[in-house]
């Protein structure tokens, strides 16, 4: 079933683009700004291609994921910092993840959080320990596509068409050019954010992927991520249809569902609900099994799902304890929104210290033969490198300027 | 001589990056903190938010009127919207303010206090049409009160 080839792209773009952190993002940008942050997203789908076919390419020839490449090409000290970085990242997010299902599951049944939260947990738990690779992309990446109720409620809430198409072209019309800036950084940020790749490359080599799979890691980054960048646009059109004429602020998991409540109803509600709980699932394992890649790639040991537990202890026992931490995090009564928009800014600072180790691996005749970068692989890699050193030099002092968002 | 000369140097860059964090982490402290004197600018931020969720209830009243929403939905999002509005409330009659806005900062916070217990009665009967349908409009006429305490 060549359909079911792609899940692993789809997951990684659901849980990379639409998390939590990223649907309220989207919808308050579109909220904020109307449509004009919609070229952000394009240039950010474009960026997250271009590495995800590279380190799917490195993993496929070489065998090796990103935090591989990491510990060779940085060496010990600075490899260190990105694996701490990343580590922290990785929690921050995780911990906004669960309490994101765990919000879902309240919106859907009306029971007490703090029980959902160990819930949540457990289940996710339950499905990493018992569930094959190959399912938990299926079961979560095609759940997840139910948020295609966004697209249907972006049309149906007649949004002025004209002024969407100008939205993709790059132009600033604004009154606060900092917020501007901010948010742009912000979908930059989350669109590229590092989780994506740990979890893309090391899904590659969960997969064994081989030369002969090329052809279908080009497929999963191409449609799996331009499928995430689409939920985005839908997600911020629905911002600006229907929550900029109001004044509304949508600062809630709750509110974004109002966006495929109003023009659809219960059924839109629903679908809204349902996917949302898949892709921060999703998201939650994401970060879950990246957090165990990096660590056990970085120390050299044996990892991977396709492993029995017991083939893989530290591996393991790494995503438990991972899973502890971040409950015991979000049983603090921590607000998960807020916590993924402080992850993504965060994250945007440790973008260098990912994605130039996988620009020098895949240009590395030793490990790719004759499978390096082309010219435009190279091309699209080193501009991107520019906007990824921008974004990680200006998130925090236009966080700290725009008092995250708020002014 | 320059041994020393050079610890001094290196303990004085030491101490220049060790400030320079500490500001930067008592920067990124201050934009988390909702507290501090209101000044006119934090005014016209609290009134647009307290606008904004009362604008969001009348739309989920109005959903629940149609019988558009479902049970769970509307309990648990009015609670949410309500348990916002009534933070407004409590820090606004707190807050110390910047001199001539005192008036308006208790108004908002009396505003954002009846947003609030409006927002309560939609959680505690979320499959109540006819409760919901007689919501929408307080809670249009809030949201335009809020946007007046804006300008």
Redesign the interface.
Known sequence: MKIFQIALGILAAIGGFVDIGDLVFNVSAGATFGYQLLWVVVIGVIGIITYSEMCGRVAAISGKAVFDAVRERLGFKTGLMALIAAQVVNLMTLTAEIGGVAICL?????LPYRWLILIAGAALAVVVWVTSFDWIERVFGYGGLCLLVFAVAAVKLHPVWGAVGHGFVPHVDTKSPLLYAYFAIGLLGAAMTPYEVYFYSSGGIEERWGPKDLGLNKANAMIGYGLGGFLSFALMIVGGSLFLD???????L??I??GA??PL??IG??LA?VGILFAVGGAAIDTLFSGAYALAQFLGWEWGRYRHPRGAPRFTVTWLVLLVIALGLVMTGVDPVQLTEYAVIFSAVALPLTYIPILLVANDRSYMREYTNGTLANVLGLIYLVVILVISLTA?PL??LT??G?? | MGRARDERVHQHRQETVSRGLALCLLAFLLTGCNGGTVDRHALERDAEKVGSLATEGELLANDVSKGASTKNFARVHAQELSRAASNFADALAKRPTSPGIEARVRRLSKLAGKVSDELEQLHRHPTDRDVAASLQQPLSEDADAADQLSK
């Open positions: 309240q919106l859907l049944s009306g109001k004044g509304i602020e949508p600062e809630f709750g509110s569902t109002i409540e109003v109803g219960q509600l629903l609900l925090i966080m700290i008092n995250v708020q002014n």
